[in-house]
């Protein structure tokens, strides 16, 4: 049997109507998923199930993660159905800049918004999901390369990203006796909306253009190129495979040789 054949594992996948999220969801209805879909945005999500293959099981889950009650409603329902949990792919997040001399109560507010959406919000649906997780089952954690190193302009998405890394390792080891498999995703520069939202904003502050910013990123990978949400796509298929059935805790850099460790 083809290791990467999902047909009859079923996927949960959040922040799936974004740019990463749309191409894990293909890539993963392709290798014949039953997918769990959630995002905020319910009309994303329809028009993400509408360009899925034909027969490809998919189901629609508008979700808050920041709502507690809500994330145990969504786990409540997946037990009455007894359905059991493969793959779980914490995606969801969002990135903007936060400068350490911006002293606001909006500023405040946001890190505590970036912190509360890119880490706290894993461990809630995590846990939720905790009892229909199968064992073997895999989950992985969306980080960045930011996750390895410094970026000025951008503390808490950086130390969010550090915090994911943290939580990876750490329920690595927590749910290693049941050999659920917890690793983490270091995406590049990527062509999303949230990277050149924050590639402007960098440009910005360093004087430039959006081209000339662009090309000091681009030189500062080994293959001068942006990622494309679809090039992250067979590190997720390996990462929740039996291929990868020795990988846990691990944090792999998928960057065009930006990070290398």
Not at 135 to 150: D, E, F, T
Not at 171 to 182: N, P, T
Not at 184 to 199: D, H, N, Q, Y
């Amino acid at each position: 049997m083809n290791a990467l054949d999902y047909r009859g594992r079923t996927l949960v996948l959040t922040g799936a109507a974004g740019g990463i999220g749309q191409g894990l969801a293909q890539a993963f209805a392709e290798a014949g998923a039953r997918l769990e879909l959630i995002d905020r945005d319910g009309a994303a999500l329809d028009r993400l199930c509408a360009t899925l293959p034909e027969g490809v099981q998919a189901r629609a889950v508008v979700l808050d993660l920041g709502d507690l009650a809500a994330v145990q409603a969504y786990a409540d329902d997946l037990a009455a159905q007894e359905l059991t949990v493969d793959v779980l792919i914490n995606n969801a997040g969002m990135e903007y800049p936060t400068p350490l001399g911006e002293a606001s109560a909006q500023a405040d507010r946001r890190w505590a918004e970036l912190l509360d959406n890119n880490v706290a919000s894993m461990q809630r649906l995590t846990r939720a999901l905790l009892p229909r997780l199968a064992a073997g089952a895999s989950v992985i954690n969306q980080a960045s390369i930011w996750g390895l190193k410094g970026v000025p302009g951008f503390s808490a998405y950086v130390a969010s990203k550090h915090a994911v890394i943290g939580l990876t390792r750490a329920l690595a080891w927590e749910l290693g006796a049941r050999r659920i498999r917890v690793n983490a995703v270091c995406p590049g520069w990527i062509a999303t909306e949230a990277a050149m939202r924050s590639l402007r904003s960098m440009a910005a502050e360093h004087g430039r253009s959006e081209a000339a910013e662009l090309q000091v990123i681009l030189a500062a990978q080994a293959i001068p190129e942006l990622l494309r949400p679809a090039d992250l796509a067979g590190t997720f298929l390996f990462l929740g495979s039996p291929l990868a059935a020795a990988l846990t805790g691990q944090a792999l850099s998928v960057s065009h040789g930006e990070v290398m460790h």
